[in-house]
């Protein structure tokens, strides 16, 4: 019993396994705002090149 003890207390000693948890939380973190920092642009870019387009054209739709 005395041995499941001491083996329960040093499992939950263990931190070994907390800085991969906390890696792959940063990594996704970093993922999610790259996402959403791509999408800001990309639309931002779209919306210049549409109003590019439609001033090339005349005001007619591109």
Same mark, same amino acid.
């Given at each position: 019993?005395?041995?499941?003890?001491? =083996? $329960?207390?040093?499992? !939950?000693?263990?931190?070994? =396994? !907390? @800085?991969?948890?906390?890696? =792959? !939380?940063?990594?996704?973190?970093?993922? *999610? @705002? @790259?996402?959403?920092?791509? &999408?800001?642009?990309? @639309?931002? *870019? &779209? &919306? &210049?090149? #549409? $109003?590019?387009?439609?001033?090339?054209?005349? #005001? $007619?739709?591109?």
């Amino acid at each position: 019993m005395e041995k499941l003890i001491l =083996g $329960t207390k040093h499992f !939950l000693q263990d931190e070994d =396994g !907390l @800085a991969m948890v906390e890696y =792959g !939380l940063l990594a996704a973190l970093i993922s *999610v @705002a @790259a996402v959403l920092a791509i &999408t800001n642009v990309g @639309a931002k *870019v &779209t &919306t &210049t090149f #549409n $109003t590019l387009c439609q001033k090339l054209n005349n #005001n $007619t739709a591109c």
